[in-house]
């Protein structure tokens, strides 16, 4: 696919803190992804850089095959959604919508047209004329869209625009964000701590950690197998679980370093008498009878109905989700197994897979 | 349901005391509508016996207020033109970037406002004299007040600016628009409350001004009404009624603006004026 974003080699320093360091990601025409990551890792800097609103360092940063650095935002033709949804106060949704299109050579009537064809893909006709401060939370968020997708532009940029919405819309307008871009063939950029909110949205997702990328994929590839201690640890709900572990000594099996030493088998041989950090996800953890692999105390059972969580008594505590009603409660026994292949290695000093 | 006293005894506690600020300027308006006996009538009458508004345009005539007043305006309307034009500027800055020298800027400009007038005019006048700007008396009075009325602007005028979310302008910044273009177009729509409170409290202020414009203006025909309102004022003074006529064609201009913007001062003095 062709790029429409490429970003090489890219620093930027902040005096003496380093923000971001040698970041290297290409985005394709169309695609829609997600930087992920905790507060402070950098995501939202990468985000206003490719907007013109942080200057780079260093670095190469070429959107639509034209270099950046140097250009300022309103030479880029990138369109922004903030997370306070930045509506002009002072103007109605048509004023807020058709701001940019004044800059584009629009005349009124051009851009009132625009506005209606807008207005009718996210639903806003009947707000046209009202002021931001008359809408309710839902309705600035879609005008914040339709202020971007009026003009068309190269890439769309997203900066956490959910985190104001209560949990309810923020699911509903997920889905809405994600079947806009599919309709518009958009390539957007989509900034969020919520590493639920980048699986389900996004092609590719880039997980980054004190500007730096940890890891870049496809949403299942980094759940399925994640390059390290860190992004294993953030993507997945509940988090996984870490163990310390030695290899036993056939090298196949794995003896945990909590009450008892239960031995889980491995999928793989390894050096025996190694150390190693176990990976365990509470939902591979599932409760056996027959043939429990490790047998853990339980000290809280949390159930929705639809699941259950139970978080036992160990040092360290694990955390096991199981499917329907907890057949267990506080203080009695889980059996637990978990397959082989479900097992994550990691080495318990770089934190990288195995 | 038993209300506690208390509200109602602070709402009477600050009714006693507007009343008293407010007596003197109903004293004013009432004295100036007295006959000379009148004014020194013991016990003294509240209300003329026999109101007489002659008096204004005779005082108008023979001090010749029309003149006095023009200056007033001309030092007011360029002392607050002065002060938006570059405080607002200033006041910008200062809210949008942040850094020591940021600070040290905001510690200087506070100490500006500490400095009262009658301390600073004898170096100014000496300052003034040196660049010949005394044979502009009324250009140097503007220049040396909107020197003292800046910082109380940019002090205030800053706090408008920094309710303005930054995201405003980085949005239109996205949207197409330059770095004037987002002050012209978003930020200063929607810090014009804040502005324009303070332009019309320095406007007041300057049009009142009264220690620059009697050291530096000796020229009668370009002293404000402040300066020709004390040339009433002798140790012998009797002419009460005509002073009081004077300072009421004086004072009832500013009064009226107060009055009818009074409720937008207000809201724009403690909430930023925005949101």
């Known amino acids: 696919m062709t790029p429409q974003i490429e970003i090489a080699s890219v620093d930027k320093h902040y005096g003496a803190y380093h923000a971001l360091k040698d970041i290297n990601l290409t985005i394709p025409r169309g695609a829609f992804t997600a930087l992920v990551g905790p507060s402070g890792c950098g995501k939202s800097t990468l985000l206003r850089s490719i907007a013109g609103l942080e200057s780079i360092t260093s670095g190469n940063l070429r959107i639509a095959g034209t270099e950046m650095s140097g250009v300022p935002p309103r030479k880029r033709d990138v369109a922004m959604v903030f997370q306070s949804y930045a509506l002009y106060p002072h103007m109605n949704v048509l004023g807020n919508l058709t701001y940019s299109l004044r800059f584009k050579g629009f005349n009124k009537e051009q851009a009132r047209k625009k506005a209606d064809e807008v207005a009718q893909v996210i639903g806003l006709t009947e707000l046209l004329e009202r002021y931001p401060r008359e809408l309710s939370g839902g309705q600035r968020q879609r005008v914040a869209m339709g202020r971007a997708i009026i003009c068309e532009p190269k890439a769309f940029l997203f900066d956490e625009p959910l985190s104001n919405l209560d949990a309810a819309l923020r699911v509903h307008m997920r889905m809405e964000i994600r079947a806009l871009h599919d309709r518009l063939g958009a390539t957007s950029v989509y900034v969020t701590h919520d590493q639920v909110e980048a699986m389900t949205m996004a092609d590719h997702v880039v997980v980054m950690r004190a500007g730096v990328i940890e890891q870049q994929g496809a949403p299942l590839e980094l759940y399925d197998n994640p390059a390290n201690k860190f992004v294993a640890g953030f993507i997945g709900s509940p988090a996984m679980n870490f163990l310390d572990a030695t290899v036993a000594e056939d090298g196949r099996s794995a003896r945990l370093e909590i009450a008892g030493k239960p031995v889980l088998p491995l999928a793989r041989t390894l050096q025996p008498g190694r150390e190693v950090t176990v990976g365990l996800r509470p939902e591979h953890l599932r409760i056996d009878t027959a043939a429990p692999r490790l047998q853990v105390p339980v000290r809280v059972v949390e159930s929705t109905g639809s699941l259950t969580y139970s978080t036992t008594e160990t040092e360290p505590e694990l955390m096991i989700v199981e499917q329907g009603r907890g057949r267990y409660r506080a203080g009695e026994t889980l059996p637990l197994t978990i397959a082989p292949e479900d097992i994550h290695l990691f080495d318990p000093t770089s934190g990288t897979a195995l | ?275």
């Open chain 2, 1 to 275: 349901m038993t209300r506690l006293p208390v509200p109602r005894l602070f709402l009477a506690l600050a009714m006693v005391l507007a009343a008293i600020y407010l007596f003197p300027l109903y004293w004013m308006y009432a004295t100036s509508l007295k006959g000379q006996s009148e004014i020194f009538a013991n016990p003294p009458t509240f209300w003329p016996r026999d109101p007489d508004p002659s008096i204004y345009p005779e005082t108008w005539e023979r001090r010749s207020m029309g003149r006095f007043l023009w200056n007033s305006l001309v030092i007011g309307t360029g002392v607050t033109a002065l002060t938006v034009l570059l405080g607002t500027g200033c006041a910008y800055v200062l809210a949008r970037y942040r850094s020591a020298w940021v600070d040290l800027g905001l510690f200087a400009i506070l100490m500006l406002q500490v400095l009262p007038a009658s301390v600073m005019i004898t170096p100014l006048y000496v300052g003034f004299n040196q660049l010949g700007l005394l044979s502009y008396p009324r250009t140097a009075v503007i220049l040396a007040a909107a020197g003292k009325a800046i910082p109380f602007y940019i002090v205030l005028v800053r706090a408008t600016f920094m309710n303005v979310p930054r995201e405003l302008e980085e949005a239109a910044l996205v949207d197409g628009n330059s770095r004037w273009g987002a002050f012209f177009f978003i930020v200063l729509p929607l810090a014009r409350n804040g502005i324009l409170v303070l332009a019309i409290l320095t406007f007041m202020q300057a049009f009142g001004e009264y220690i620059y414009a009697k050291s530096i203006i000796t020229t009668q025909a370009y002293q404000p009404a402040s300066v020709g309102l004390s040339g009433f004022l002798g140790p012998n003074s009797t002419d009460w009624n005509g002073i009081m006529a004077y300072a009421a064609i004086y004072v009832t201009p500013i009064v009226a603006i107060f009055v009818i913007l009074q409720r937008r001062i207000v809201a724009g003095l403690t909430s930023g004026a925005l949101k």
